[in-house]
């Protein structure tokens, strides 16, 4: 199995937060969420930094978070959705993890999204559009940006998370 540390990376909805915790049960790896990082450190949640921030500024924590817990003792590193558009994010995450990239079809993502009561605080809008677009748009928008970095791809559409798990060990005891 590499040392690398094991992040999974995609859009919101597409598991990585319920595969993280998975994983980490599995092999035993201590687990952080960058977005859970961030809310620790600033005090408030993902949408509460947005309304007094705005996005720019929580990208820069974002940033500033990654290589936080980079530095860390090997880990399970689920990260928010937006992670891969900063340039260097994306190097970090091609360089010093094995990320997985989990990708769903847009309607799969919109579904669950819209019935997880944790999305008011942790998913603010991105668009102006309405959420069923945005996250078609997003997700293809963004879907270069994660295949840039991902060392694996999963598609979790049809997946629960002890699959995606599953999947996810074979091919690290693989390597
Ligand atoms: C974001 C996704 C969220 C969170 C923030 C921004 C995005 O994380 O980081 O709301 O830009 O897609 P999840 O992917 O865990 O929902």
Request: charged share 25%; with cysteine; proline share 7%.
């Amino acid at each position: 199995m590499s040392g690398l540390h094991i992040a999974l990376i995609g859009p919101r909805g597409s598991g990585k937060s319920s595969t993280a915790v998975q994983l980490a049960g599995e092999t035993g790896l201590p687990l952080s969420e960058t977005d859970t990082m961030i809310e620790e450190r600033e005090g408030q949640s993902v949408s509460g930094i947005f309304e007094s921030m705005g996005e720019q500024r929580f990208r820069e924590i974002e940033s500033e978070v990654l290589e936080a817990v980079l530095s860390m003792p090997r880990r399970i590193i689920s990260t928010g959705g937006g992670i891969v558009m900063n340039p260097g994010n994306r190097k970090l995450l091609s360089e010093r993890t094995f990320s997985v990239y989990l990708r769903a079809n847009p309607l799969a993502l919109f579904r669950r999204i819209a019935s997880d009561p944790a999305s008011g605080k942790s998913r603010p809008p991105l668009t102006g559009l309405d959420p069923f677009q945005e996250m078609e748009v997003i997700a293809k928008m963004r879907d270069p940006l994660y295949r840039e970095c991902a060392k694996l791809l999963l598609d979790t559409t049809r997946m629960k998370p002890p699959e995606v798990c599953r999947r996810i060990l074979q091919e690290l005891g693989e390597r």
